[in-house]
């Protein structure tokens, strides 16, 4: 059968669609026609100015993605024809002995040295039709949703994951606490719904564009949720929210800029948990953000907490099906308006529209 598959030349080059032979699917394998892919952040860097992780072009790119079974190979049992599936995008090295990724792995994929990621080192999904070899239907990230979910939801599967990677890696941090978000991107507008499903106190909105800021109150704000445009006093301001607390309990750096490292330092306070999970990248890869750390004064008799995550692993991606399975995100459809919804014929446009200041998750329909 053929398979229209949609190649970046080169960065900020074009996408062009070829057509390709598909076969069935080999024993253990799946075969998937994609449904809805999202637009990233890192997909607009790419397009930009490329990865160092990609080294081969043209590309197939694209990691956010739903998809409908479309054939099963002999022996697969946890999928059949029909099943809508959600797809995460850090995938294992395929070394069945990997101490991360293997059958006796602990699942820590992104620790891995030879780890994979859909649109990168593996093939991504601005493609119709996508065959998934036996190791990734097996221990991979690729999970079965109730008929009833919008492939739109579906397909925000990965970054929602990547969110609570960085909320629940420490126990008890959202619940009843108040919350900071730098940054009311796609990835603070996730991190403002899951909170609100977690239970947290007080969720402080901190972002330096007014559009986004205004977005993300509109559709996800509640009389908990405090927006702040930033500002030269915005550390003393967002001090002043966490009354009767003197510091935030959580901070989550949603927006890949070093300016907002600096900001989420410098709020931390007693028993402040900080995650870094927006990192600063480009093509030539991630550059170096000195800060000195009293690790006796602050870390320790302050119980402080830094951590970092980038990417999923199936925790997280269990975690996310759960949410949107379990319609614990009932606004996550506003993620997506009128405006940001392409034919897979456009991506290039979808691409340049996710680059906006206001936008916040653009999807590609492949229907």
């Known amino acids: 059968m053929k398979n229209t598959v949609y190649y970046l030349d080169k960065p900020s080059g074009v996408f062009i669609p070829v057509e390709e032979e598909i076969g069935n699917p080999g024993p253990g394998e799946v075969r998937l026609r994609t449904l809805r892919t999202g637009v990233c952040q890192s997909d607009v860097v790419i397009y930009q100015q490329g990865l160092s992780r990609i080294r081969r072009w043209p590309a197939v790119i694209l990691h956010e993605a739903s998809a409908v079974v479309d054939a099963v190979g002999e022996g697969v049992t946890k999928f059949a024809v029909g099943d809508l599936v959600g797809l995460g995008c850090d995938i294992p090295c395929g070394d069945p002995d990997c101490i991360y990724c293997g059958t006796e792995g602990t699942g820590d994929w992104t620790s891995c040295p030879n780890t994979q990621a859909t649109g990168h080192e593996f093939p991504g999904f601005s493609r119709m039709y996508a065959i998934l070899p036996r190791w990734f239907v097996e221990r991979g990230p690729i999970v079965k949703f109730d008929p009833s979910v919008d492939p739109d939801l579906a397909c925000q599967l990965e970054p929602l994951a990547c969110n609570l990677e960085g909320m629940t890696r420490v126990n ?18 996730y991190a403002l719904q899951s909170a609100r499903a977690m239970g947290a106190r007080k969720i402080i909105l901190v972002n330096r564009g007014p559009e986004r800021l205004a977005r993300a109150l509109e559709c996800f704000g509640d009389e908990r949720v405090v927006g702040l445009p ?10 002043r929210e966490c009354a009767p607390f003197n510091e935030p309990h959580f901070v989550m750096v949603c927006a890949s800029a070093e300016s907002a490292y600096r900001l989420a330092v410098e709020l931390m306070g007693y028993g402040t948990v900080l995650d870094a999970h927006a990192g600063v990248k480009g093509a030539g890869g991630k550059p170096r953000i000195a800060h000195e750390l009293d690790l006796n004064n602050d870390v320790h008799y302050k119980l402080q907490c830094y951590q970092a995550t980038h990417g999923s692993t199936m925790r997280g991606i269990g975690l996310a099906h759960a949410l ?16 940001e919804r392409f034919p897979h014929t456009e991506i290039g446009k979808a691409i340049a529209r996710a680059a906006d200041r206001d936008s916040l998750k653009v999807i590609v329909d492949w229907t």
């Open 172 to 189: 008890g941090c959202i619940e009843n606490r108040v919350v900071v978000l730098i940054g009311a991107g796609s990835q603070g507008c």
């Open 230 to 239: 930033w500002t030269p006093d915005v550390a003393a301001r967002v001090r």
């Open 324 to 339: 949107i399975n379990g319609g614990r995100l009932p606004l996550l459809g506003r993620m997506t308006d009128g405006t």
